[in-house]
């Protein structure tokens, strides 16, 4: 018969309301306990649980020290294996302390002890879960997948089982990354079936801090891996962060979504702009073409303009030296006339050809330029000058005309010219 007052450490001199008082007190504290993985802690509370059943009333609490007085009053019978237990205790302890202390290979010795004064029909479950997470945290993966499926062949119902084994099946994987036929046994494809069964032991055990684990545990497991599912992994993550919990797996994946979406509106924000930016170039370069069309016409029709003006200054002075001549010789007009005449058209010529950049002009002015030296002599030799004497004179004049046309166009160019090319005439 268990001794309630031995076990829980309570007097049994303390009333029935005192007695109920401590038994509240011990039930908070061993539920921290078990929420913070400590071994032993669900036993102690399954223990308070009987306690509470017991000292619920007056006339429960009296049935009870009755029949635990006459159970110490009754002859003991003895126990030929209570030393050996008593050690496997002590050294299971010892090992789950190792353990807490993260000095797993004393763990592992201490682990081993046990098992040397193990007796048939103990606590498979309690034991194997220990054995688990000591083989696991000594890197021996197989021997703690062997203890945990052990475990859980034992009592099925304790969802802490699972998340070992998830932790041992992850290990697994690393551990066998070079092998893939091995390896394979162990991916995230494989471990979501054991998280699924724990979500449901869970949920019917209606433990918040076990519902969270397993929703924290699965939305990694959906959101990463093969044939991943993002929206189960955005459905668990939601699920364990309204459980109020801490819950590192589901905080990342919802700040990556949060992310994720703000990276694609920006995305999307800057194509918009591209295609309006797109749009506006088109634009402005039909438009510059257009300008380009209507001014490469205006330009055409400009220098045509100044070529037939140019082209017939030259034509009319030819045709004035020729009847500048004729007079010349019937009235004695002064043959000098017609040259300078056909000088100053050499002299336009070559302004001209500078402010067009049309080479022909600078063509057409040779042209007119010996031809008007060819008459000018002619006419000059029966005026009873020397031809070459006149034709000299009247070449230098023409050179001189040129130059001093270039540079009236190189000045007109400097400072009237471009103005007029931006405003379109050329």
């Known amino acids: 018969m268990t001794d309630f007052y031995n076990e829980l450490e309570i007097s049994q001199s303390l009333g029935l309301d005192e007695i109920k008082q401590a038994l509240a007190r011990l039930s908070k504290v061993y539920e921290k306990r078990d929420a913070d993985g400590f071994e032993g802690a669900r036993k102690k509370l399954v223990l308070i649980s009987e306690a509470e059943a017991v000292f619920k009333t007056e006339s429960s609490r ?23 237990k008593a050690d496997y205790q002590m050294w299971l302890d010892k090992a789950v302390a190792y353990h807490q202390n993260e000095q797993f290979d004393l763990a592992k010795s201490a682990l081993e002890k046990a098992m040397q004064n193990r007796l048939p029909n103990t606590d498979e479950a309690e034991f194997d879960t220990v054995a688990a997470k000591i083989y696991l945290s000594n890197r021996d993966f197989l021997t703690a997948l062997k203890h945990i499926n052990d475990a859980i062949i034992s009592d099925e119902n304790d969802v802490s089982n699972y998340f070992i084994k998830f932790r041992i099946y992850e290990q697994l994987e690393v551990y066998y990354f070079n ?25 019917r055990n209606g433990d918040i801090n076990e519902k969270a684990l397993a929703y924290d545990l699965l939305a990694y497991a959906w959101w990463n891996g093969d044939n991943r599912d993002l929206a189960k992994g955005e459905e ?3 699920k364990a962060i309204q459980t109020g919990l801490d819950c590192p797996n589901a905080k990342t ?3 990556a979504i949060q992310n994720n979406k703000k990276l694609a509106e920006e995305q999307k924000k800057r194509d918009e702009e591209a295609v309006i930016e797109k749009q506006r170039v088109f634009e402005q370069n039909r438009r510059n073409a257009e300008i380009s069309k209507a001014r490469s016409r205006k330009m055409k029709a400009t220098k045509g303009l100044i070529f037939v003006l140019v082209y017939s200054l030259f034509i009319g002075s030819g045709v004035f030296s020729a ?4 007079i010349a010789q019937t009235q004695g007009t002064p043959y000098d006339l017609a040259g300078y005449v056909a000088i100053l058209a050499i002299g336009i010529f070559a302004i001209m050809t500078l402010l067009t950049d049309e080479i022909a002009y600078v063509a057409w002015a040779g042209i007119g330029g010996f031809c008007n030296v060819v008459l000018w002599g002619l006419y000059s030799s029966h005026g009873g000058e020397a031809f070459w004497s006149v034709a000299g004179r009247a070449l230098g004049f023409s050179l001189i005309s040129i130059i001093a046309g270039l540079i009236i166009g190189k000045i007109l160019k400097e400072t009237c010219y471009f103005r007029l090319k931006e405003m379109g005439f050329f």
Request: glycine letters at 2%; zero cysteines.
């Open 179 to 203: 092998n893939r036929a091995e390896g394979v046994k162990y991916t995230i494809n494989n471990r979501r079936p054991i998280l699924a069964i724990a979500e449901k032991i869970a949920e």
């Open 253 to 255: 994946i919802l700040n």
């Open 236 to 238: 668990y993550a939601h």
């Open 62 to 84: 009296q049935r009870y020290d009755r029949e635990l007085e006459a159970s110490k009053s009754a002859p003991k019978s003895h126990d030929p294996f209570a030393d050996r």
């Open 323 to 326: 009847y500048s001549m004729r």
